[in-house]
């Protein structure tokens, strides 16, 4: 097996397909990979037309973190390089890994700092990838979770480019040692209780010594994924655009139940996604299957995960954000001239004059109107109908799913 050599020339042939970016920004740690990818990128300053400029997160968790920023800066400046710290909160949720929320600080930190139409630049490398791969088949991830880290992606306001994806960390570490970079060595990388560094450290030695090619290899397999995984994409595009539902945003049930399960969990994930939400787990996304799709069709079933939920009315599928029930006893006076706010039920009530429609100006008169929610058992009279009926026969005959209907205002003379 030849040694992997990396330089300027194979960076230009990355940053250059499909599009030169416009401008660059590395995510600059001040370690050796994000070094190097700077490092080259400052040496292709004639040959490639885009601006340059970095980043650094400071996550403050370790005693070392301000001299870090501060090596960073000293290097930047040595190197004429515009350099941005952002400082973010590492903090763990409650049942978040240390690992994932600085991840997740990091990356919510890159992207709301990333200027509109700028690439974002990581040193992402080809160990790294075979790293990613081994850790989402150990989580029993899917064709998704295995194409692990994309090479260009959308980002923020911009794109998320990682060029360095084929390129050994010996091959970067050579360049290191040529040019005579000086990085900092996080001592975090070097704990084992981290998953990564576990695999890092005790696993890939193991598998390079029986398989050399086993990081080239792993990360081949990525890709093979990855391109899986954007075939099965545009399916579940295609049949979602065919599984439209009578109201806006919603699926057919119908139209799943003709799909075979596969394709079922797919377009639900791909709607789900298209949605902004959290994509569920396994377990979650086999209930939804078997809670929402066969049951009876008189029910109205709900499946939560996390703050969103999805629930069937008639033949569609809703995807939602879980909210609180309205509480029934309150009630709030409006004199109708200004808006009125709905903490129980969010949104904005506001009226608007109008001629043979919505209440009497007469019968509201100065005192306005009190605005409740419902209880149960309430009854009205249509305009233009002899008789009273029941709210809920009403509501029915609207097709107003049943959990819109406890957020809708009630309004009556004050």
């Not at 596969?262 to 569920?280: E, F, I, N, S, V």
């Not at 939920?309 to 809703?318: A, F, I, P, Q, S």
């Amino acid at each position: 097996m030849s040694k992997q050599t990396f330089n300027g020339d194979y960076l230009l042939q990355q940053l250059c397909h499909p599009a030169v970016p416009v401008a660059c920004q590395v995510a600059y740690s001040g370690g050796l990979d994000s070094h190097v990818l700077l490092h080259a990128l400052c040496g292709l300053r004639d040959r490639l037309d885009s601006s340059l400029s970095a980043v650094h997160i400071h996550h403050g968790l370790q005693a070392e973190a301000d001299q870090w920023a501060q090596h960073c800066r000293q290097v930047c400046a040595a190197l004429g390089v515009e350099l941005t710290v952002l400082s973010v909160d590492a903090a763990p949720s409650p049942g978040e890994s240390p690992e994932a929320a600085a991840r997740r600080a990091r990356y919510d930190a890159l992207r709301t700092g990333l200027p509109a139409g700028h690439c974002l630049l990581t040193a992402h490398h080809q160990d790294d990838q075979a790293e990613t791969l081994l850790l989402q088949l150990l989580r029993g991830a899917g064709v998704s979770g295995l194409a692990a880290m994309p090479a260009a992606a959308c980002f923020g306001q911009g794109q998320h480019l990682r060029p360095l994806l084929r390129v050994t960390r010996a091959a970067l570490q050579d360049y290191a040692a040529q040019a005579s970079l000086h990085w900092i060595e996080d001592p975090s990388n070097a704990a084992l209780d981290y998953d990564r560094n576990y695999l890092r450290h005790q696993v890939m030695p193991r598998l390079h010594a029986r398989w050399p090619a086993a990081a080239a290899s792993l990360s081949r397999s990525a890709g093979h994924c990855a391109t899986a995984d954007a075939v099965i994409a545009e399916v579940a595009a295609a049949d979602c655009v065919q599984l439209a539902g009578s109201q806006p945003d919603t699926l057919s049930v119908t139209g799943l139940c003709g799909l075979s399960p596969g394709r079922q969990a797919q377009a639900l994930r791909y709607w789900l996604q298209q949605h902004g939400r959290q994509l569920p787990s396994t377990a979650v996304l086999t209930r939804l299957v078997a809670d929402l799709l066969y049951c009876r069709t008189d029910a109205s079933p709900c499946v939560c995960w996390g703050d969103h939920e999805v629930r069937r009315y008639r033949d569609d599928l809703y995807c939602l954000w879980q909210c609180a029930v309205p509480d029934a006893a309150a009630v709030l006076d409006w004199s109708l001239a200004t808006a009125l706010p709905l903490p129980q039920a969010g949104g904005l009530l506001t009226a608007t004059p109008g001629r043979g429609r919505g209440l009497r100006a007469a019968a509201v008169g100065a005192t306005g109107v009190r605005v409740a929610w419902r209880r149960g058992g309430e009854r009205c009279q249509p305009a233009g109908r002899r008789f009273h009926h029941s709210l809920k026969k009403l509501f029915q005959a609207a097709g107003i799913p049943p959990w819109q209907r406890n957020h809708s205002p009630d309004l009556s003379r004050g």
